[in-house]
């Protein structure tokens, strides 16, 4: 019988460890799941959607007017066809718009629309004074208190700003690890 293809949705924020998601997207492409992925504006300056496209053999989705299918409204449509989301990484910025509701991009839009049947696994990842601001740490508070939201925590290591600490985006390997923990878990 036909194994059924589960439905992987990539988050990918402008942060330096982008580039690891590009390997992120072929563990799950390599074990049989479809994978599409969005971006923000930012994270489109880190890495090209052209790399996401080839790597999981979808179209990017980055903008949130432009309109594919008149008959589809696009944050709704890949909200719904999600059956695990996985942001990663995700920046400060976005962290920080998600846990306080805002919408004004694709990514943080679908994220909302994402029911709370649907997993969605969050990977911060950014520098360490960053990471250790009240707000930002009062942010992934309230982002724990939601039900369907996970967050896999930064490590401890070299960051990309040059000094070792805590703000290290976990190996490819670890957050697809988690990232099927998470799909056995939905509700
Ligand atoms: C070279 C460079 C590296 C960056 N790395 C990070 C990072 O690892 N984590 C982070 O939160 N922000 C990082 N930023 C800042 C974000 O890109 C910036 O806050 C941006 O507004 C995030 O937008 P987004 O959340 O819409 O993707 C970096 C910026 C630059 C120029």
């Not at 959607?49 to 790597?55: D, H, R």
Request: charged share 20%; proline share 4%.
């Amino acid at each position: 019988m036909k194994k059924i293809k589960k439905n992987i949705l990539i988050g990918v924020t402008g942060g330096i460890s982008s580039y690891k998601t590009c390997e992120l997207v072929r563990f799950f492409v390599k074990d049989g799941f479809s994978v599409k992925v969005m971006m923000t504006e930012s994270a489109v300056k880190f890495v090209s959607p052209l790399v996401f496209q080839n790597l999981s053999g979808n179209q990017v989705y980055t903008e949130m007017f432009q309109v594919l299918n008149a008959e589809t409204i696009q944050h709704i449509s890949l909200s719904q066809w999600a059956d695990l989301c996985v942001v990663a990484p995700l920046s400060a910025n976005s962290l920080s718009k998600i846990a306080n509701g805002i919408c004004d991009n694709l990514l943080t839009t679908v994220i909302c629309a994402i029911s709370n049947k649907t997993k969605v696994l969050f990977v911060p990842a950014m520098n360490e004074n960053m990471w250790k601001n009240p707000i930002i740490q009062r942010n992934v508070k309230i982002i724990k208190t939601i039900i369907h939201y996970t967050i896999l925590n930064p490590q401890k290591g070299e960051l990309a700003c040059g000094v070792y600490g805590e703000g290290r985006m976990p190996d490819p390997e670890d957050i697809f690890k988690q990232a099927k923990v998470s799909l056995k878990n939905n509700l």
